[in-house]
């Protein structure tokens, strides 16, 4: 099979469907960050995978000389200010039965049983921070209105959900992470200061409240969706 990963990052998931393609098969992930591509060209060779590929790319100007066999992505179509339209333009790329598959986030799933104030405000200020950056933060459940709005047949969903018991250490890790990632545009969309995220302490404060609450922490839900091109060539 050939594979076209749109917005492919680090390679993740360039990198895992390379694995089931194999070596008779081929993977190229495009991305527009020089800097992704960079690391996920060398996390290819490092684990010797010569046939996947990493190119910088804008969607706008992508015009590839094959078709391929599947379209995938992973929390890129969010990103997109029409995702129906842009996943129409790519179904272009896709042979006739060939597959197109989506993983997006629904932001609004996390939260924590019983309610720990702490991790709740903390994820409320990542949702915000999307919400005036123009992206939705509940695409997933939405998937199969981009797909049907791309002229796609009605898409096969699914949905993974982490629950994960106090102290929640991943969980707190990894939404610190997020947030620290993104507390520039926070403070620049004047969502919360530096100061009153206090970055440093944000993980252990966390878990310390869930363990208190003796709490479930319920992180964004991972939504997937997938079907079969109808248009396209037959090769």
Same mark, same amino acid.
């Given at each position: 099979m050939r594979v076209l990963d749109i917005g492919s990052g680090a390679g993740d998931v360039s990198l895992l469907a390379a694995t089931l393609v194999g070596p008779t098969g081929s993977v190229l992930g495009i991305d527009r960050s020089a800097d992704a591509v960079a690391t996920a060209t060398? @996390?290819?060779?490092?684990? !010797?995978?010569?046939?996947?590929?990493? =190119?910088?790319?804008?969607? =706008?100007?992508?015009?590839?000389?094959?078709? &391929?066999?599947?379209?995938? !992505? @992973?929390?890129?179509?969010? &990103?997109?200010?029409?995702?129906?339209? =842009?996943? /129409?333009?790519?179904? /272009?790329?896709? /042979? @006739? !039965? !060939?597959?197109?598959?989506?993983? =997006?986030m629904d932001m609004i799933a996390c939260r924590t049983v019983p309610p720990v104030p702490i991790v709740d405000e903390a994820m409320e200020r990542l949702r915000e921070t999307f919400r005036r950056g123009a992206a939705p933060v509940d695409l997933g459940p939405q998937l199969w209105r981009v797909f049907r709005g791309a002229g796609l047949p009605d898409a096969s969903m699914m949905v993974h959900w982490r629950a994960e018991p106090a102290p929640a250490a991943a969980g707190a890790r990894l939404l610190t992470e997020t947030t620290r990632s993104l507390l520039p545009m926070m403070e620049r969309f004047g969502v919360a200061t530096a100061a009153e995220v206090d970055i440093e302490t944000l993980s252990s404060r966390m878990q310390a409240a869930v363990t208190a609450q003796d709490a479930t922490m319920l992180p964004p839900a991972v939504v997937g969706a997938w079907a079969r091109c109808s248009l396209g060539r037959d090769d």
């Open positions: 060398q @996390r290819a060779a490092a684990i !010797g995978l010569p046939h996947v590929q990493f =190119e910088v790319t804008h969607l =706008e100007s992508f015009a590839p000389a094959q078709q &391929y066999d599947a379209i995938i !992505g @992973r929390f890129v179509l969010m &990103y997109l200010a029409d995702p129906a339209a =842009e996943l /129409r333009k790519l179904t /272009r790329f896709v /042979r @006739r !039965g !060939g597959v197109v598959a989506f993983f =997006e």
